[in-house]
Each structure stands twice: as structure tokens, then as C-alpha cells.
């Protein structure tokens, strides 16, 4: 079609895309520095218990302060790391700081690390996580890696037999940002996942949208049934709360309860009339 346009129609799209190429390459170069030059940090958002009202485990979500462009978002630079395979060292960061972090400043708590699909593939990938996690002396099963699910799509059964060999070592997983994917239920037996995690699109339009709540419910229902841990994102409100606490679901995690912080600014327990909420909820509805 942009043929047809004419030539400086499709010149025009040419430079256009070129720019945005000049972009990612500047960010790529600068990426490869970013690690040594302490450009990158963690923030950490708690999930937090349905029934218990207090905080389960944090997810550690990285940030990159660019020198000159400011704080940049890991939806733009995560994708460009994973293309030039600079999100190995990326990600390895990352692992070691959340444990870190976790004993450092947060005594200790279960953490969650968002793991991309070049990094599972990469080398050694188990053997590497065991290693960082045994040299922060951070126990496994207090240690999860969450995932999406196109990861599962590309190479079935070579991302099956990784996940089987971390679950072998007690490391736990999530799947991140389901319903958004491409991956057939049959994926959720197959693969040792321990926790489903309903993308935040499904939440937001959990009050005044149907067809949301029925894909939430469902998505609920079959986590109770294969006894998986499940886990609604992107909690903004009391009324989605509400909605999630007559329903099969464990855990809540969104901007209701804490934006992602650093952990030395991130909440140690529940503010505590949330956290009552919660209890009383618990208590109606949650007793089976
Ligand atoms: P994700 O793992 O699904 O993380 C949840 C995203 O939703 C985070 O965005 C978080 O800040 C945001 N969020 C949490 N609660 C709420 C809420 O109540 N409302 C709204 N509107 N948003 C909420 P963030 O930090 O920008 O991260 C975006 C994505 O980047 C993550 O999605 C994850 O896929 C990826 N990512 C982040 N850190 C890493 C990392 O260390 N490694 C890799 N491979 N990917 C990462
Ligand atoms: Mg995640
Ligand atoms: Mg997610
Ligand atoms: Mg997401």
C-alpha cells in the first residue's frame, strides 16, 4: 500500500521510522553503560493477602534514569534490551538487587522478578539464578519469576523443560499478565506454574464492563480448581476490591494499596483501614 502513495509518501514513512530507529539505537548504546554506571534502579510493590490484609511478597519493576532523557519506562527500554540481548546483564541486575534489597530493607520478604523470554533462553540461565540467589543467601522458595505468556508460545518445549528445572529447585512461578496472550488453557496444566496473575486490562473494567468480570471470574474459578495462587493487578478502587472479594481471588496488587517505590520508601504493612477491609472480607466470604 505505501507503494501506491508515491514516492514521497513513502519516503516520508521512511524517515519517520528512521528517526524512531536513530532512538532506539542511541537507547541501546546507552544501555550498555547503564548497569556500570548505576543508571538503574528497583521499585518494589507489594502484593497483598485477600484474607490477611497485610503483604505477601513485592514485585521489584526496574528503572532507568537516563542522564539526559530522565527516568525512562521499562515498556520502552525492556523491549529494546531484549533485541539486542542486553537484557542478560540487565536482568541478572536485577536479580541480585531484589534479593539484596529484600534483605537489606524489607526483612527479608518473598520477592518477584519479571523475567523476558532471551533471558530464559540465555545460557545457564537455571544454574545462573541459583548461583546469585545462593551467593545473596536468598532462599528459592521465598524467590519467583514471573512470566508471560508469549514466552510459553516460542519454543514450547524447551521454555517447559527451564520451568521444570526451577520449579525442581523450589523457585516459584507466575504467570504474568494473563488473558493478554496467546496460550491456550491447556498451557496453565502443562507448565508448573504456582500463580495466575490477571492482566490490570481485566481489573480496570471489572465494574462497568461484563464481559471483564465473566473473563475474571472464569480465570479465578480455574486457578481455585488447579489450586493455583491467583492475583489481580492493577487494584485502583474500593468498588473493584469489592467486586474481587466475593470471588475466588488470593492476592491484590495495584496503586489502591502502594505505587511501585523504592524499597526503602515502599509500605512494610497495610494502611490500616485497608487492611480491615480486607479482614472483614475475609471473614464474609472467604471462609470455605
Ligand atoms: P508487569 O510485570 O505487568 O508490571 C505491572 C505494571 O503495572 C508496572 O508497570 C506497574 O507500575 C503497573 N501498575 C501496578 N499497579 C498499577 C495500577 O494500579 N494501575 C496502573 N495503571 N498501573 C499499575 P512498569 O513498572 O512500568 O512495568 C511495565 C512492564 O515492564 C512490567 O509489567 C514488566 O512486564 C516489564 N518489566 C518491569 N521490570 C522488569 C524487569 O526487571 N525485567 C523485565 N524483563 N521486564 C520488566
Ligand atoms: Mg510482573
Ligand atoms: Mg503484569
Ligand atoms: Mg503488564
Known amino acids: 500500500h505505501a507503494k501506491r502513495n508515491g514516492r514521497n509518501t513513502f519516503a516520508g514513512f521512511e524517515a519517520g521510522m528512521d528517526t524512531d530507529l536513530k532512538t532506539r539505537r542511541e537507547l541501546d548504546a546507552d544501555l550498555a553503560r547503564a548497569v556500570e554506571r548505576n543508571e538503574l534502579s528497583l521499585a518494589f510493590q507489594p502484593r497483598v493477602g485477600m484474607r490477611s490484609g497485610g503483604i505477601v ?8 534514569n537516563h542522564p539526559e532523557r530522565g527516568m525512562i519506562r521499562p515498556g520502552l527500554f525492556i523491549p529494546i534490551a531484549e533485541q539486542s540481548g542486553k ?16 534483605l537489606s530493607k524489607l526483612g527479608g520478604a518473598a520477592i518477584s522478578v519479571n523475567v523476558s523470554g532471551h533471558q530464559l533462553r540465555s545460557r545457564n540461565f537455571v544454574e545462573n539464578v541459583l548461583a546469585m540467589l545462593e551467593e545473596a543467601e536468598f532462599p528459592p522458595e ?6 508471560t505468556e508469549s514466552i510459553l508460545v516460542e ?9 521444570k528445572a526451577l520449579k525442581r529447585r523450589g523457585i516459584r512461578l507466575a504467570l504474568d499478565d494473563f488473558g493478554t496472550g496467546y496460550s491456550s488453557l491447556s498451557y496453565l496444566r502443562a507448565f508448573p506454574f504456582d500463580t495466575i496473575k490477571i492482566d490490570r486490562s481485566f481489573i480496570m473494567n471489572l465494574a462497568n464492563d461484563n464481559s471483564s468480570l465473566a473473563i475474571a471470574d472464569a480465570v479465578m474459578n480455574l486457578g481455585r480448581a488447579l489450586k493455583l495462587t491467583i492475583v489481580a493487578e492493577g487494584v ?24 511501585p517505590l523504592p524499597a526503602g520508601d515502599v509500605p512494610q504493612a497495610i494502611d ?9 472480607f475475609g471473614g464474609n466470604s472467604r471462609s470455605a
Request: net charge negative; with cysteine; aromatic share 8%.
Open 57 to 64: 511478597s513485592y514485585e521489584a519493576l526496574v528503572r532507568w
Open 87 to 102: 537484557i542478560d546483564e540487565i536482568g541478572n541486575w536485577v536479580i541480585r538487587e531484589a534479593c539484596r534489597q529484600s
Open 142 to 147: 521465598r524467590f519467583e519469576i514471573e512470566l
Open 155 to 163: 519454543d514450547r518445549d524447551r521454555a517447559l523443560a527451564i520451568l
Open 236 to 259: 485502583e478502587t474500593i468498588e473493584q476490591l469489592t467486586i474481587l472479594s466475593s470471588r475466588n481471588c488470593d492476592e491484590v496488587q495495584g496503586f489502591l494499596f502502594s505505587q
Open 272 to 280: 490500616g483501614q485497608l487492611s480491615e477491609i480486607l479482614r472483614d
